[in-house]
């Protein structure tokens, strides 16, 4: 069994519970506008243009695109050089080679985070991970944009600790805008999966002049305070970084205007609500 992975971050402190070893996938099912890694959303089709690009030679092709991640200087020039916006820099690994990884870290960690991309795309890949870092005493956690009906997959729930969870919007139509996709099941995901307990974070960006926000976080906020009000609600600030400007014409808030809206979030029955800096 073996996932298409983007990235490994071996220590990261903000996905989720303690320090924890987290792995982004290849590949996204939503075309954000404010998309900060449009890269991660196609899979590479193996054309080649971006072989000539690489100006220390990591990049190479025959049947496939061969990237060695030891020569890689990460300057991106195969990025910005993609004409399918994906990436040659993915690398296919095992479980077992995953766990090796974890091996070499494993008294630091609290636990394992797969995220994307949409990591839900690589589903039975999370699957057979979440069942072998059960056996190491570790907690798995997925983050996703939750439009794969996870809660409907028993053998999956059953085998991962927690789900961290983003609403992007919660107007059927501001999101298919966002995303490209409906949130029907985002919806159904949040719902259920906090009524089960499997929901460690709630997540929305907060975009002046794109989105409804404040509908967004009142009725997002709403739900969790009914259903179960000590999940951490997060509310994100839209950064312009990395973002590209013909999409999306937007600005960072300012703090003021995000606790404002933590504010309406706590008064909904949240108890737990956080915003980024
Ligand atoms: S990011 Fe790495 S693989 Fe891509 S062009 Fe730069 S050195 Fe080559
Ligand atoms: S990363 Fe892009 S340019 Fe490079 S081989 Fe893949 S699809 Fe072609």
Redesign the pocket.
């Known amino acids: 069994m073996k996932a298409l992975v983007n990235k490994i971050i071996p220590f990261s402190l903000v996905d989720g519970e303690g320090n924890r070893f987290s792995v982004f996938l290849q590949g996204c099912n939503f075309h954000c506008l404010y998309c900060h890694n449009p890269e991660t959303i196609n899979l590479?089709?193996?054309?080649?243009?971006?072989?000539d690009k690489c100006p220390v030679g990591a990049?190479k092709?025959d049947e496939k695109?061969w990237y060695d991640k030891n020569k890689c200087i990460d300057c991106d020039e195969?990025?910005k050089?993609?004409?399918?916006k994906?990436?040659?820099k993915t690398l296919e690994l095992s479980v077992d080679e995953i766990l090796e990884q974890i091996e070499e870290v494993r008294p630091f960690l609290s636990g394992i985070t797969i995220s994307g991309g949409e990591c839900t795309l690589q589903r039975d890949f999370i699957l057979e991970l979440a069942k072998r870092v059960k056996t190491m005493g570790l907690t798995l956690f997925i983050d996703t944009n939750g439009y794969i009906p996870i809660w409907k997959d028993k053998e999956l729930l059953d085998n991962i600790d927690k789900v961290m969870l983003d609403v992007k919007s919660f107007d059927r139509e501001e999101h298919i805008k966002l995303t490209q996709k409906p949130n029907d099941s985002v919806l159904e995901n949040l719902k259920i999966l906090l009524e089960k307990k499997k929901i460690y974070e709630v997540r929305t960006v907060i975009v002046p002049d794109l989105l409804d926000n404040e509908n967004n976080v009142k009725n997002i906020s709403r739900i969790i305070g009914n259903i179960d009000k000590n999940v951490r609600y997060k509310l994100i600030k839209y950064r312009s970084l990395g973002v590209r400007r013909d999409k999306l014409k937007s600005y960072t808030p300012e703090d003021e205007y995000m606790k404002k809206l933590m504010d309406m979030a706590k008064m909904n029955g949240c108890n737990n609500v956080i915003s980024s800096l």
């Open positions: 590479c089709i193996g054309c080649g243009a971006c072989i990049l092709k695109i195969c990025i050089g993609c004409i399918h994906s990436t040659p």
